[in-house]
């Protein structure tokens, strides 16, 4: 991370400017569209997008792992970072960012309850049987993600984290989606069993090799879903802060893309999984760019200690 991003979001403590770029290097590795997305944040927002995402990363990581999963060691981690959270401080370089941002943007501690205790569900729980129950397992694990974004990001309508909620949905709902063959491996089918039974499909029909018309309906079916998700979400972004919208519409647009790369693939995301190109990356983020730079210059100098509104002298 540059000195002139952690400069501009005033965090001047060498051990907290070495935990937040802990945090970013977790996003250049392993969120790669989230992280174009956040090179069109004005400086002083980036820090604290990293620290929330590396957060985020680091937890889920502890029971994804295909090599070496620890859900022990997500809980003990768990439990110390909120107490870290509610005491001050910490000596985990990816709690220190994270609680630093929590506490600086006032993020609800409640947020990152919800997380945690999904991110424990997928110790004991390996399947779903309804799209509501799914939904319940998303509201942590992605929409309360949209949720603590929203006070860095801005907003100019409190509207706007009712659409967060669903962009995250969309977000995590797509990552099942791609993820069909690798989370089966992790013992997880995360598309609601009532959806297999619609369309035939038991949970070793997802195993790699030929990919039966049955299942490839299925994940058809929860593309269009996917879909749905995203243009409720839309709207949401105009109601953010205009130095943040490029950003957001980025991600939108990349993360959208996966369903692209899925029919593409003729749907088959049991032997495979799909990406959007570098190329494609750069098509979409480079306009954005252009379009993000102007957005800063027409916005005032503001104090960037803690939650922010827009200060645009225009909204277009």
């Excluded at 980036?46 to 990581?61: E, I, K, M, S, W």
């Excluded at 005491?87 to 501690?109: E, F, K, L, N």
């Excluded at 960037?304 to 277009?316: F, L, R």
Aim: with cysteine; hydrophobic share 40%; charged share 25%.
């Amino acid at each position: 991370m540059s000195a002139r991003e952690l400069d501009a979001a005033g965090i001047h403590d060498p051990s907290l400017r070495s935990s937040y770029e802990t945090c970013r290097r977790l996003n250049a590795e392993h969120g790669k569209s989230y992280y174009l997305a956040t090179l069109l944040l004005p400086p002083h927002k980036r820090p604290h997008v990293h620290a929330l995402y590396g957060f985020a990363r680091y937890a889920d990581d502890f029971v994804d792992s295909l090599t070496a999963p620890d859900p022990d060691r997500l809980v003990a981690w768990g439990d110390a970072f909120l107490d870290a959270v509610r005491t001050g401080g910490s000596d985990d370089p990816v709690a220190a960012a994270a609680g630093h941002t929590m506490s600086r943007y006032r993020i609800p501690v409640a947020y990152v309850e919800a997380f945690l205790q999904s991110m424990r569900q997928d110790i004991t729980v390996s399947s779903y049987a309804t799209y509501d129950d799914l939904r319940d397992y998303m509201y942590g694990s992605a929409a309360v993600i949209g949720l603590q974004m929203v006070p860095v990001l801005g907003v100019v309508d409190d509207r706007a984290h009712h659409h967060a909620q669903l962009l995250g949905e969309a977000f995590q709902l797509t990552n099942f989606i791609r993820d069909v063959g690798e989370d089966l491996v992790r013992g997880r089918v995360y598309l609601p069993q009532e959806d297999l039974d619609a369309f035939g499909v038991q949970p070793h029909d997802l195993r790699p090799g030929p990919v039966r018309p049955e299942v490839r309906d299925l994940v058809q079916f929860e593309v269009e879903r996917a879909r749905r998700l995203y243009a409720e979400a839309a709207p949401g972004i105009d109601l953010l802060d205009p130095t943040s919208r490029d950003c957001v519409w980025t991600a939108f647009h990349l993360y959208g893309g996966i369903l692209d790369e899925v029919e593409r693939a003729g749907h088959d995301v049991l032997n495979q999984r799909v990406t959007v190109s570098r190329p494609r990356r750069l098509r979409i983020a480079g306009p954005r760019l252009v379009a993000a730079a102007r957005a800063r210059r027409r916005v005032r100098p503001a104090h960037h200690d803690g939650p922010t509104t827009s200060t645009s002298t225009s909204t277009t």
